[in-house]
């Protein structure tokens, strides 16, 4: 007894919670559209009194009918008023519906926009830390899936909660006339379907949240099966079957859940919905009983009848309006958990080095990826000044680009610290900072916006300048292939949107090199792996061009290929996070270690 009114009181206690949200859901609609809002709060307020009015109004037709129908010369014209009045004010409650109707459609449209608004701004300041953590985006997809309706949702049945209130309690007003008991009766009787229904309620909630992994899985699936990016693949190695065999498993397991969940809560709806019905019928009977013995009028049964069936629907709508803010209190807490989610302070405003002949220095830097004991990086140390090159060579995962992303600061170092012109990275600016590096990234974005806009993107100052276009084209190789298409830098990219055109890799990488030469002013200049799609021929043009465009810049480049590599003032072989050699070519050639190993294995094969 003591475990079940402990379990009670937890249930209420979080239930009270919960319910903290609504406040900040009314600010944001009010925020959204103060006069949309006070409309709405308006138009409740008439459709809350007027059917009370409807039901006085019957009464005084029905016993007006019974007073004319008893004398012996009947005086119709006071029936017809009530009858014309009953008409306006039937008119009025339309019109009431109607309006909260429009008024919540409109407020719908904002306020999805401005919620979606919201994530997307909030997303823009989160750190990629965070974009590779499964659980964070876990709270990304439930935010998504379902806030940007229930602000709305909850302000609704607010309102529809104080539209059946007023109503209930004009409602109750009348009845106490006839009996307080039947104002016991009505309200008492929709309880039991209250309760439970709040019950589960949170358990759906509950069930929403532990599938969110699966649900994520399934939205992957289908990309993977319906996207041009994936379909190849899965037509030729007929993955297709296997994969929508995993998605008919993972909508299996989660129909059994909310086939279960809405068996038991229709069954327990049904169940205790009987109490209502029956404490209805008995109240009916009563009232007849009544009218038959003389103690009420039968017009005021038809208005106490009228009464008990709307105050019945009105205390139903009441428990299923609290039940449903309770509901959307539980996925509001989604939205805000992630809109506070807890940003590290990006300290830091020099706009300045104290000394840029200094360039960048890595000073005994490691770093481990979140949630991870193993260092990516361990130990580094390096310095590259203004117009020379560093080459990084090693095997895939070794930490090569783990330092690029270092270096620009979407992550910060374990342990060590980096420098740029004598200044701490964390001191900069980081805005300041991003603008001075030019950077193409082996999985770089292919947007599917227009060719301008494309290689606009490396510099959103000046995303719009064709100009700036077409120069930044020229230094990265791509201007050749642009200028033959009909409609040149405005051509639709990718095939998502009609009339697109798809691009070869090389091409494509071209566009994402030119991206990165858009920072004219940059003077810091990184190509993950830039010409891996390329021929060889057309590698060797691009760096001939490259290293002529960046003679006064720092550049690093990571490259399996040993041609490219070659030229590079300094090259660091890197092994599990830790640089193993350092020299130039000649000088790793003469140790004779694991870089010059590599280079006469790729150079074999040209044999």
Known sequence: MADESAANAGFLRRAVGVFGYSRRALDLVWTTSPGLTLTLGFLTLVAGVLPAAIAYIGQLIVDGVVAAMSSDSPDTSQVIW????????????????????????????????????????????????HFEDSEFYDKLTQARREASSRPLSLVNRTFGLVQNAISLSSYAALLFAFSPWAVLILIGAGLPSFLAEAKFSGDAFKLFRWRSPDTRMQIYLESVIAREDGVKEVKLFQLGPRLLQRYRDIFRKLFVEDRRLTIRRDTWGFVLGLLSTAAFYGAYTWI??????????????????????????????????????????????????????????????????????????????????????????????????????????????????????????????????????????????????????????????????????????????????????????????????????????????????????????????????????????????????????????????????????????????????????RAADQIIVIHDGEIVEHGNHESLLASNGQYASLFKLQAKGYQ
């Open 82 to 129: 009530l009858i014309a009045l009953e008409a306006v004010v039937v008119v009025f409650v339309a019109a009431s519906q109607r309006g909260i109707s429009a008024c919540q459609s409109i407020l719908r449209a904002l306020l999805g926009q401005r919620v979606n608004v919201m994530i997307l701004e909030k997303a823009l300041t989160l750190q990629l830390a």
């Open 288 to 565: 007849v009983v009544s009218t038959i013995n003389g103690g009420i009028t039968l017009g005021a049964m038809t208005m106490y009848l009228v009464l008990f069936r709307q105050g019945q629907s009105a205390v139903a709508a009441i428990l299923t309006s609290v039940s449903g803010m309770y509901e959307d209190n539980l996925y509001l807490s989604n939205l805000y958990e992630y809109l506070e989610q807890p940003i590290p302070g990006r300290i830091g405003d020099v706009t300045a080095g104290v000394d840029p002949s200094r360039g960048i220095e890595f000073e005994k830097v490691s770093f481990s990826y979140p949630g991870t004991a193993t260092k990516a990086l361990d130990n580094i140390s390096l310095q590259i000044r203004p117009g020379e090159s560093l080459a990084l060579v090693g095997e895939n995962g070794s930490g090569k680009t783990t330092l690029i992303k270092l270096l620009t600061r979407l992550y910060e170092p374990t342990e060590g610290r980096i420098l740029l012109d004598g200044v701490e990275l964390q001191d900069w600016d980081v805005e300041t900072l991003r603008q001075r590096i030019g950077v193409i990234f082996q999985d770089f974005g292919r947007y599917q916006f227009s060719v301008g806009e494309n290689i606009g993107a490396g510099d959103v100052r000046h995303i719009d300048d064709s100009a700036r276009w077409e120069k930044a084209a020229k230094t990265g190789m791509a201007a050749p292939f642009i200028e033959d298409m009909p409609e040149g830098y405005e051509t639709q990219l990718g095939r998502w949107f009609k009339g697109g055109r798809e691009l070869s890799g090389g091409q494509w990488q071209k566009i994402a090199l030119s991206r990165a030469f858009m920072r004219s002013e940059a003077d810091i200049l990184v190509l993950d792996e830039p010409t891996a799609a390329m021929d060889a021929a057309s590698e060797a043009a691009i760096f001939d061009h490259f290293r002529s465009e960046s003679h006064n810049k720092m550049t690093i480049l990571i490259s399996h290929r040993f041609s490219t590599v």
